[in-house]
């Protein structure tokens, strides 16, 4: 529930947590 909350306050935030995950995966393969 938290975090749902948080990415509709913030989603600039959300998408920015998205991209840190997608590069590591990234920089994983």
């Excluded at 909350?5 to 994983?28: D, N, T, Y």
Aim: charged share 30%; no cysteine; aromatic share 6%.
């Amino acid at each position: 529930m938290s975090m749902k909350i948080v990415v509709v306050k913030s989603p600039k935030m959300f998408r920015g947590l998205l991209r840190m995950l997608f590069g590591i995966k990234k920089e994983a393969q």
